[in-house]
C-alpha cells in the first residue's frame, strides 16, 4: 500500500468536489463525482503502472498522477494531466519501439540538425501493427467495451487518433476539447502492454516464461541476413620438438 505523499497529505487538508466524465460499458460515457479527497486519491491511485518499467519513465507517470490530483484545487488541470500523460506514452512507445517502427528516417545533409528519429505516431502503430496488440488484450476494452486499436494506427484508422489528439492539447488547437474521458487509464494500459515483459513491481521477469522481443520487420526486397561470425586469428607459433 502506498504511503500518502506531502502533496497528497496538503490536498487532503482542502474541502471540495470534483466531477467528470469516464467510460461506462453500459451507457458509454457517465458522469463521476468525487465529493473527498480519499475517494478522488484512491481513484488516481487506480492508475499505477503494473509493469516493471524504466526509471525515468517511473519518474514521469509519477508526475502524471500528482497533476491528476492537483486538479482536486484546479480541476482544469485535468487537460494538463492528459498532455502529461501523452509524454508518458510517448516516451514509452519511443523506447519501446522507436529502433523498430518503419520506415526509418533518412539523413538529409541540408538539415544536419534534424533528430533522427521516428514520430511518436509511428512508434504507436507499431504496439498493433508489430507487437501485435489487439482490442482483446486491453484492460480498458474489457472493462468499457468499444475499441481502441484503430485510434492507435496510421493505416484504417478512427479519428481522432491518440497522436491526434496529444497534437490538439501540445500544438494550441484553437478548440480546446476539455479532458480526455479515461485517458490516464488507457495510457496506463498501453505502457503496460509495451513492457509486459519487462517484470512486474520490483520482480524481474521468468525467463521461462518471457516470449521474445518484438522484431522489425524486413521492407521490400530485403533479404534475410544471418549474423557472420568473425575468426580471430593469433600469432602463428611454431611448437618445439620434445627434448
Not at 478522488?40 to 502524471?64: I, Q, Y
Not at 486538479?71 to 523498430?100: C, Q, S
Request: hydrophobic residues 35%.
Amino acid at each position: 500500500m502506498h504511503q500518502p505523499s506531502l502533496l497528497a497529505r496538503k490536498l487532503n487538508q482542502q474541502p471540495g468536489r470534483l466531477g467528470m466524465m469516464w467510460p461506462d460499458r453500459a451507457s458509454h460515457y457517465r458522469h463521476r463525482t468525487f465529493v473527498t479527497f480519499a475517494s478522488w486519491s484512491d481513484a488516481v491511485a487506480e492508475f499505477d503502472l503494473n509493469s516493471k518499467v524504466p526509471v525515468a519513465l517511473a519518474n514521469r507517470w509519477t508526475r502524471v498522477q500528482n497533476v491528476y490530483l492537483s486538479a482536486w484545487l484546479e480541476p482544469d488541470l485535468l487537460v494538463v494531466g492528459d498532455l502529461v500523460a501523452f509524454t508518458a506514452l510517448e516516451y514509452a512507445m519511443m523506447d519501446r519501439y522507436g529502433a523498430l517502427a518503419l520506415p526509418r528516417p533518412k539523413y538529409n545533409p541540408k538539415h544536419p540538425n534534424t533528430l533522427m528519429r521516428v514520430s511518436f505516431a509511428q512508434a504507436l502503430d507499431y504496439i498493433v501493427t508489430g507487437d501485435g496488440l489487439t482490442d482483446e488484450q486491453l484492460p480498458f476494452v474489457q472493462k468499457y467495451g468499444g475499441s481502441v486499436v484503430r485510434r492507435l494506427k496510421r493505416r484504417d484508422s478512427i479519428s481522432p487518433t491518440l497522436p491526434e489528439m496529444r497534437n490538439r492539447l501540445a500544438h494550441g488547437d484553437p478548440i480546446e476539447a476539455g479532458p480526455g474521458c479515461g485517458l490516464p487509464e488507457l495510457i496506463r494500459d498501453l505502457i503496460d502492454y509495451a513492457y509486459r515483459n519487462q517484470g512486474s513491481g520490483l520482480e524481474a521477469a521468468d525467463p521461462d516464461a518471457a516470449q521474445p522481443e518484438p522484431s522489425r520487420p524486413r521492407e521490400a526486397g530485403e533479404s534475410e541476413r544471418r549474423p557472420r561470425v568473425k575468426l580471430r586469428r593469433g600469432p602463428l607459433r611454431r611448437s618445439q620438438p620434445q627434448g
